[in-house]
């Protein structure tokens, strides 16, 4: 089965959604195989985030991302990375289905509540980032 990164990202963890956008994804057949409660350095932010390191969104987003505590996941399942952005909805939440966890929790493009890795390989790169094969409980 296929392995994805999942962030609750500040603007969610300060509302309390943390349960709510997990339900989504457990009833979307994604499994949580590891999860924790962190608080990243802006630092720490902008190393994860180092692919946006052109944007000029991307002083904002790791101040936002180091604002309040994150909890970083590993979601597992059959195209688990194609499923959890299915179920994330479309960056800006304007853009998104109704039902997804953008369309229904996010408050604006920057603070849209949820990361979610794009590929096999970032996903990869992403988990390694945050866990250690120890702590994933497929
Ligand atoms: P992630 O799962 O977080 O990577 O989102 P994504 O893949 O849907 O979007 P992308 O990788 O293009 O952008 C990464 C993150 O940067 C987004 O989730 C937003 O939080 C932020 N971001 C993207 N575009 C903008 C923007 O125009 N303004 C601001 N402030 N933030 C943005
Ligand atoms: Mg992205």
Do not use: W
């Not at 296929?2 to 309390?16: C, G, Q, V, W």
């Not at 979601?75 to 939440?93: F, Q, S």
């Amino acid at each position: 089965k296929e392995r994805t990164l999942s962030i609750i990202k500040p603007d969610a963890t300060e509302r309390n959604l943390t349960g709510k956008i997990n339900a989504k994804f457990e009833d979307a057949g994604l499994r949580i195989v590891a999860q924790k409660r962190i608080h990243l350095t802006p630092a720490q932010a902008g190393e994860f985030y180092k692919v946006h390191a052109e944007r000029p969104f991307y002083g904002e987003l790791c101040e936002f991302m180091a604002s309040a505590p994150v909890v970083v996941q590993v979601l597992e399942g059959e195209g688990a990375i194609a499923k959890n952005r299915e179920v994330m909805g479309a960056t800006n939440p304007a853009d998104a289905a109704a039902g997804t966890i953008r369309a229904e929790f996010a408050e604006s493009v920057g603070e849209n509540s949820v990361h979610g890795s794009d590929a096999p390989e970032t996903a990869k790169e992403e988990i390694a980032y945050f866990f250690s094969g120890l702590e994933l409980v497929g």
